[in-house]
């Protein structure tokens, strides 16, 4: 179903900004908009919408009809089939649209290597537009608030769920299965896949493996979100089998008070880096800056990933709505890592956490 509201607040955005039109490729801007979620495919198609509010969507006839459906008889479509190629087809209808020597922005879900072979057919000029897709949606709607909750409570609850199935002996993917299945049963889908880090692994923050055994007095990183009515969560916990050593159980305090340390520094009127360094500091005063090398957080809504970006650098200034996720950590290569993640919704009392699983140290 076509985000019609989102539709007409984009397309007034891109006219303020003087560009032509926006180009949604293949992704989570092209599903928000358009409720059409395309398959993985090395085929081009994408939807434009003129700073006027009308749009039309490129397609390969093997998705027209698909298409046609979801943007009803009001949207013109142009198709292709695989024996012409695509470019031909977008020639004629920038050229139909009065685009052809116009500003086009264009979104994450166009390949590169399309967007060089139209500018081979193109006169006018691309600009990147990810920065307007992200602005578009990146304050949250009273009603994606209550779906952000209800997402960070299933979470919540999956999270809890796991302290009671986690045993030695089974393997990393036995609780990644597990996760999922959590997740199925309380109405909801992963909103990404899940990380189940143990061991050595854990000091890989965006580990994606499965294989390792749990063993006893292990070290886990349990990293895994669900998504509700087109809303997502994203929580991670880091536990501990058996027992925690005295190294473990310092640093874990330390990330512990760089996640308090984020969460209270959020407020309307602060930057994106202001929170991070608030987070960022306990870490590096602790002595282990160099083993926390990501950012502090990110936006999250109908994307786990999303603007806000908490990170040093980023000057954006916090405003009521936004969404984000506070999750400083410690990597030990070789040894362990530690996270402890949460996601923020900004309100006019201050910051609303979605999520409330015990983040005191938990040893299974």
Known sequence: MINEKYMERLSKQIDELDIDAILIGPS?????????????????????????????????????EEIEHILGKNTKIYSWDDGEGFTNTVKYALAENDLSEKKIAVNCGIKGTDLLDMTEIFRGEFINGIQIIEDSRIIKTKEEVVHLKKAGQIADEVMEALTSFIKPGMKEKDIKKKIIELFLARGS???????????????????????????????????????YKGCCSDISRTFFIGKATEEEKQ??????????????????????????????????????????FNRVGHGIGFSVHEAPYIREGNCQIIKNGMAFSIEPGIYLPGKFGVRVEDIIVVGGNGPEVMNHFERNIIIL
């Open 251 to 292: 640093i874990y305090q330390v990330v512990l008070e760089a996640n308090q340390a984020g969460k209270s520094a959020v407020k309307e009127g602060v930057t994106a880096e202001y929170i991070d360094r608030q987070a960022r500091s306990i870490i590096h005063n602790a002595g282990y800056g160099n083993y926390f």
């Open 189 to 227: 889908e992963i909103a990404f896949e899940p990380i189940v880090a143990s061991g050595p692994n854990s000091s890989k923050p965006y580990y994606n493996q499965d294989d390792r055994i749990i063993q006893e007095k292990d070290v886990i990183i349990l990293d895994l979100g669900c998504r």
């Open 28 to 64: 989570k801007d092209l599903e928000f908009a358009t409720g059409f979620l395309s398959q993985e495919d090395e085929r081009f198609q994408g939807l434009f919408i003129l700073r006027n509010g009308r749009c039309f969507y490129i397609s390969p006839k093997l998705n027209k």
